[in-house]
């Protein structure tokens, strides 16, 4: 059980790490150096042996491996990665890199994607040491730079160039799972996630013919990208329901006792309720159009148009997906992946999610346990390089009101204290007996 010092701990390495300005710009615009060597100290405390590494200066990750008791046991990896997404201080209601802790809530960039995941990690494996606990397996932490970009100066490189760290891991656990989802009617639901869509952001380019913009121009290049990205804008993308996803349907339908024609997605999403929150994103694939680059001059034509989308696919289904918008873009307009990635896709139905569950509701009785699937990704996806299938899996009790979704990248980002303390309690349980 983790005892009163890790509790006051996992609040203070959250407001600490928030403090530690490690905004990733993208384009190699960031340096996570400090956070990491903070995260390094606190595991030497521990009496661990961390390894820091870089690709790229100031891009600095973290590893280290505490040894289990039982050898036969297959490893478990726990990352978090230390970058956060900016935040404009005049946007918020305290500067969000002050790490201020009022009224029981820790403030800032971070609070929940992801470094109170990262407190929450050093919090229990320091606890451990306190008390003298080995975990079951091995368990190897890592601390990533870089995930809120590219990841190649983070889990990529990590995965890419130093595997022998996560040597014996074959599942990992980090972001965006165990959290408080309170439904409307009383009852609260703690979806674990078991699944990630892929992402594939498309460049997109329409090509034309330059000229005068008082002449006639039938080959009109930001014409052309126009139409390509308003039919890629407004098509109804069909419902493929990945084994996750339809289990979570399942689950969810009997839990509100629903009777539902598995054929009719968008139906039982309806009778679900807000319920249907945590899987109307992940039934389909998606194709936003998100950037536009063309001209320079009113009255000239450009002989060229760009356009960015920010495409997800659902696990299986990605070649369909590229087969649509070869499609909806038409003759007119090429497209390119600009940044791609795969689709995740974990079993429900291992010991380990079982022992995540039974965390969950040691802890939260009330709760119910439901799995789920992303929209977006993570570094799971690099690590799945490794042959390690990933869970999300950071705990948080979070109360009513409490919009946790909008927090991700969002204004006024904040965690609960005791929400931490649950986190804590939660993955202190899960790490040592998984
Ligand atoms: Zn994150």
Known sequence: MADEQALDEVVRFTSDLIRIDTTNRGGGDCRERPAAEYAAEQLAGAGLEPVLLERTAGRTNVVA???????SADALLVHGHLDVVP???????????????????????GAVDMKNMDAMILAVVRGWARAGVRPRRDVVVAFTADEEDSARDGSGFLAGEHAALFEGCTE??????????????????????????????????????????????????????????????????????TPTVRAALTELALLYGIESDPDDVDGLLHKLGPAAKLVEATVRNSANPTMLEAGYKVNVIPGEAVAYVDGRHLFGVEDEFRATLDELTGPDV??????????????????????????????????????????????AKEFSRL????????????????????????????????????????????????
Not at 87 to 109: K, N
Not at 183 to 203: C, F, M, N, S, V
Not at 336 to 365: C, G, N, W
């Open 172 to 241: 990992g656990v980090s972001e965006s799972g165990a959290f408080t989802f309170h439904d409307g009617a009383g009852r609260q639901l703690y979806p674990i996630a078991a699944g990630e869509r892929g992402t594939g952001w498309l460049k997109l380019t329409a090509r034309g013919r330059a000229g005068h913009g008082s002449k006639v121009n039938k080959e009109n290049a930001v014409t052309r990208l126009a139409a390509a990205i308003t039919r890629i804008g407004e098509y109804e993308w069909p419902a493929r329901l």
């Open 65 to 71: 491996r505490i040894e289990g008791s039982d050898p």
């Open 87 to 109: 935040a404009r201080a005049e946007d918020w209601s305290v500067h969000p890199f002050s790490g201020e802790i009022r009224d029981g809530v820790v403030w800032g960039r």
């Open 387 to 434: 042959g390690i299938t990933g869970y999300g899996f950071t705990p948080l009790k979070l109360p009513e009101g409490y919009d946790y979704q909008a927090m991700f990248h969002g204004v006024d980002e904040r965690v609960p204290v005791e929400a931490l303390h649950f986190g804590v309690r939660v993955l202190d349980r899960f790490l040592r007996t998984a």
């Open 334 to 379: 090429d497209w390119e992946f600009h940044h791609r990635s795969i689709a995740l896709q974990a079993p429900l139905d291992s010991p380990t999610y079982a022992k995540m569950r039974a965390a969950v509701e040691e802890f939260a009785p009330e709760g119910h346990v439901v799995p789920y699937c992303m929209s977006g990704g993570t570094d």
